[in-house]
């Protein structure tokens, strides 16, 4: 499947007008843990590797640039198929041949996430607490099975979201913030590398 997403930063107004009306699927928590290289070498590429409650995922991005409104992502969720794309020898536990191939956690976080579906959309709501600093991002998405489509997911999010009178912007993801302000040199890599923009 293929994840076709828009960030917005929600003031509570919005975060009504967006809500009303949807159905409400659950609250839930779950802790991230993101991993690379010490040079970077999949964030540079916009490829993200987390174990998200201890459960690995790949995300490898179908856009191209840090230009875009929204994102595409092509997800890998089965161990194997992600051993296969980073070259993994199959033999080591994952963890344990992801070591040795140099990666290693840089950030750790927990969230807590209100899903809800509203149409053929899926929103989450999402409040992190870094510790030092809070941060509450929201999330219109749309799956996808065929990448041809994806302009298309893309141009129905937006006109969801103009709908409902959010503003449409760059927007940092809770990665991207927390590298932008605790980790100045990963987000330099990666506005370098086009994967990030500076804003």
Do not use: C
């Not at 030092?132 to 893309?154: C, N, P, R, S, V």
């Not at 927390?178 to 990030?196: D, G, M």
């Amino acid at each position: 499947m293929i994840e076709v997403e828009k960030k917005f930063i929600l003031t509570k107004d919005d975060e009504a007008r967006l809500t009303q009306g949807a159905e409400f699927l659950k609250e839930y928590s779950f802790t991230d843990a993101y991993y690379d290289t010490g040079d970077y070498a999949l964030t540079s590429q916009d490829v993200w590797l987390r174990a998200r409650d201890g459960k690995w995922e790949l995300k490898i991005p179908l856009h191209k640039g840090a230009e875009r409104l929204g994102d595409q992502y092509r997800e890998l969720t089965d161990e194997n198929e992600i051993k296969k794309y980073l070259q993994i020898s199959q033999e080591k536990t994952f963890e344990d041949a992801l070591k040795r191939k140099g990666y290693v956690p840089f950030s750790t976080f927990t969230s807590v996430r209100r899903k809800y579906r509203k149409e053929s959309f899926i929103i989450d709501l999402d409040f992190v607490d870094f510790g030092d600093f809070i941060y509450t991002i929201g999330e219109i998405e749309l799956m996808i099975k065929d990448q041809d489509d994806m302009k298309a997911a893309l141009d129905k999010i937006m006109d969801f979201a103009r709908k409902h009178d959010l503003k449409i912007t760059h927007v940092r993801g809770k990665l991207m913030e927390y590298l932008k302000r605790k980790r100045p040199e990963h987000h330099k890599a990666l506005i370098k590398a086009n994967v990030a923009k500076d804003f």
